[in-house]
């Protein structure tokens, strides 16, 4: 017995313990090179002054104190307006959830050409956000622009055009953004809506649910998974808002549009940028905001698990 | 006439090239102990990546490698857009020989780097008098960083046939300038197209109001970080172009439009001239303008006690400090200043500008011509580089963003200087 004990190799061993480890190995080696280290070294780098060629300079908080308005300097304003932009996102970006779960009710019907349909619905989110962005400046074009004609009827003129004046341009690029967001959330929708258990639905026809009530406290609460997921891909691509503004307006009509990811490139990575320094204070900044969605998602996550078990 | 220019032209090709020739024999032989030619790679990055400018790049590199049988000549040639971030990765690690970038203060951060090599004794030789022009904008700390090969004028390009048809000439003093802008007002045909959507646009229309007005010294000074934004002299320059502003003279909401998409207001006559680099001749022509119809005329005088400066973006090549092969490249560099290869490349039917050396000639086409005659005989306040390669990065972006602003909302003006007085203090002092 003790002889056939030890005649086992130290990893059959513990073949139990490691085996977990050796599949986690590849990911956790690729995660550590490719996201944490260039975590640790934007932190890094937004504590000096670099120009992306030279020797970096170590200004400790100053880039901070800049961006925030820390001690006697103004707050940036160009963060200023890059940080309210990014908050304008996040709540009407939101728009592409309620959305979408309209379409996808409206299109979860058995009729003759359903799926052409649905893939006609589908549409915006397979073409690329440059393609969006360019349809959607040419609509939105001052004098010539089918929007412009359209509010025309209505007596209503935007000075300058949409993405010209700096009171709509944002809210513009946002519409923009939510035409593929909408099919998005309206595919999750869609798959979410087939796993809706049709004797739950039947269950509560029989006692007299209909309409509103059924679809709050039946059809929704089954859609719970899919909502989650809704929520988590439209914050996160909210946050990531850059080739729409790229595209459509380049962050202005002076410096209306600008986001936070978008004034992080503009600063460390444009033509006229290179100021690594103050692009990885922006980035970092940017990272907390992203961490405070991410930490809510992971602790939500980890309390269905806990449900479940 | 004609001829006896011609005739000047091509003797003076040939003294300069045989010159040209000697020159490198001597520098060659001193060089090599053992006297013989030019020999091992010349790596070449260049960003010359359009199709006429491309083709351009690949004759040079192939006459240069004719005249060198024994030096194998690398050509590699990048996007231009893309070169422009690029260009820093390229000359860190394992750098080439030669590169294309532009004059001025774009050279500021690779010579502050140490990737550009110093080619002052380059500049010391004799041949390099007759690029005198641009010395000045090869030139930071005192030492020059690189070779002119184009540049080309900005000027204002106007429908002949509107000015024609409302009586109108051109203008030389700013009073003519707002006369005949009421005049085209009135019939309703907007002064000027322009596209703001880059911002650079705007630029030029700073670079010239602010030279007319207060001179070249004073801009230079000002793109130096030497003088304050909020200055009263900065503030006459806003003002008199809040006189055109104010008329209406520029088309509405050019905030949505790049220059491209601005042509078409001068295409089909809503707009009667634009303010533009000569590259935009092309396009214009493409458009369906003929010469016919198409003319140019030189900013107009402002302020009478100061001379006319003139913005006239200069393209270059440089050598890396990291060059294996820095004799070839020289021998490069003297090759395309050579009054006769410039003539060459920037003919009519290669890159369309104009030469930097003063004895090339220059193609039989009217902009070029009076481009190339303003430039030589008319410009004595300065050469510009234009804002964006004059002023420092930083300061170009934020200033342009400023710019745009103002000519939209002539009232933000305060709040605009007040944040760029601001800039320039951080970045300045």
């Known amino acids: 017995m003790s002889s056939a004990e030890t005649n086992r190799s130290w990893y059959k061993r513990n073949e139990i313990a490691i085996t977990p480890w050796l599949f986690l190995l590849p ?5 550590a090179v490719y996201v944490i280290m260039p975590i640790g070294q934007s932190f890094w780098i937004s504590f000096h002054e670099w120009d992306g060629l030279g020797d970096k300079t170590w200004v400790g908080t100053a880039n901070y104190e800049r961006l925030l308005g820390i001690g006697d300097q103004n707050i940036d304003r160009k963060f200023e307006v890059s940080f309210w932009n990014n908050l304008r996102w996040l709540v009407l970006y939101l728009l592409a959830i309620p959305a979408g779960l309209f379409i996808a009710l409206f299109l979860n019907q ?55 004046n700096r009171n709509t341009a944002t809210y513009g690029i946002i519409a923009a953004g939510l035409w593929p967001q909408t099919a998005y959330c309206m595919i999750l929708y869609l798959t979410g809506l087939n796993a809706v258990d049709p004797e739950q639905v039947e269950a509560a026809r029989l006692d007299g649910a209909k309409g509103r009530k059924m679809l709050w406290y039946v059809i929704l609460p089954q859609l719970k998974p899919a909502t989650f997921i809704a929520f988590v891909v439209t914050i996160i691509g909210a946050l990531r808002s850059f080739d729409l ?52 998602f992971l602790w939500s996550m980890y309390q269905d698990e806990k449900g479940a078990r | 006439m ?22 490198a024999g001597v520098t060659a032989s001193s060089a090599f102990a053992d006297g013989h030619a030019l020999s091992g790679d010349l790596k070449i990055i260049s960003d010359m990546s359009n199709p006429a400018p491309r083709a351009v790049m690949e004759g040079l590199v192939a006459d240069f490698g004719a005249l060198h049988p024994e030096l194998n000549v690398e050509l590699t040639i990048v996007d231009r857009e893309a070169w422009k971030t690029q260009i820093r990765n390229a000359l860190g690690a394992n750098p080439p020989d030669v590169v294309n970038w532009y004059a001025a203060n774009r050279m500021r951060p690779y010579v502050d780097a140490g990737l550009f090599a110093d080619i002052s004794d380059l500049w010391a030789e004799p041949e390099f008098e007759a690029l005198a022009s641009t010395k000045g904008a090869m030139t930071l700390d005192d030492k020059q960083w690189g070779v002119p090969y184009t540049y080309y004028q900005w000027g204002v390009y106007y429908r002949k046939d509107l000015f024609d048809q409302y009586g109108l000439s051109e203008p030389t003093t700013w009073e003519e300038e707002l006369a005949n802008c009421q ?44 003088v304050e934004w909020t200055d009263d002299r900065v503030r006459q320059t806003f003002a008199n172009w809040r006189q055109l502003i104010d008329m209406g003279a520029f088309i509405d909401s050019h905030q949505n439009y790049s220059w491209q998409e601005a042509l078409p207001f001068m295409l089909n006559g809503e707009a009667a001239a634009y303010l533009m680099g000569n590259f935009a001749v092309a396009a214009m022509r493409d458009g369906g303008l003929t010469d016919d119809q198409l003319d140019f005329y030189q900013f107009p005088v402002i302020n009478a006690d100061v001379d006319y400066a003139e913005d006239a973006p200069t393209d270059t090549f440089h050598i890396a400090s990291g060059a294996q092969n820095v004799d070839a490249a020289k021998e490069f560099l003297r090759f395309v200043t050579s009054a006769e290869v410039q003539t060459e490349i920037n003919g009519g039917d290669a ?9 090339a ?69």
């Open chain 1, 245 to 296: 503004i790229s595209v459509m307006t380049n962050g202005g009509p002076f410096g209306s549009t600008r986001v936070l990811s978008f004034y992080m490139f503009e600063e460390s990575l444009s033509e006229f940028g290179f100021r690594m320094g103050y692009g990885a204070a922006i980035a970092v900044v940017l990272f907390f905001i992203m961490l405070g969605f991410i930490v809510y």
């Open chain 1, 110 to 164: 058995t009729v003759f050409g359903i799926r052409l349909y649905k893939s006609l619905f589908f549409f915006p989110f397979v073409i690329s956000q440059v393609v969006v962005g360019l349809v959607f400046s040419w609509f939105y074009l001052p004098n010539d622009g089918l929007f412009d004609v359209m509010t025309g009827w209505f007596g209503i003129t935007i000075t300058d055009g949409v993405l010209g």
């Open chain 1, 27 to 31: 990911a956790m080696l690729f995660f």
């Open chain 2, 2 to 23: 004609k001829e006896a220019y011609w005739e000047d032209t091509m003797h003076s090709i040939l003294k300069t090239s045989l010159a040209a020739l000697v020159a």
């Open chain 2, 351 to 359: 890159l369309g500008q104009l030469p930097v050396n003063a004895n």
């Open chain 2, 183 to 226: 005049t085209l007002l009135d019939n309703s045909v907007k002064c000027y197209t322009i596209g703001t959507k880059f911002l650079w646009t705007a630029g030029g229309w700073f670079d010239y109001i602010n030279s007319r007005t207060n001179g070249y010294d004073f801009h230079v000074a000002l793109a130096r970080g030497e």
């Open chain 2, 361 to 429: 000639s220059i193609d039989n086409d009217k902009f070029l011509e009076q481009g190339f005659d303003m430039l030589s005989n008319n410009a004595n306040g300065g050469i510009m580089q234009f804002f964006d390669r004059d002023f420092s990065a930083e300061m170009a972006s934020v200033g342009m963003e400023g710019l745009q602003q103002f000519m939209v909302f002539p009232d933000d003006l305060d709040e605009i200087l007040d944040r760029l007085e601001e800039t320039r203090q951080r970045i300045y002092e």
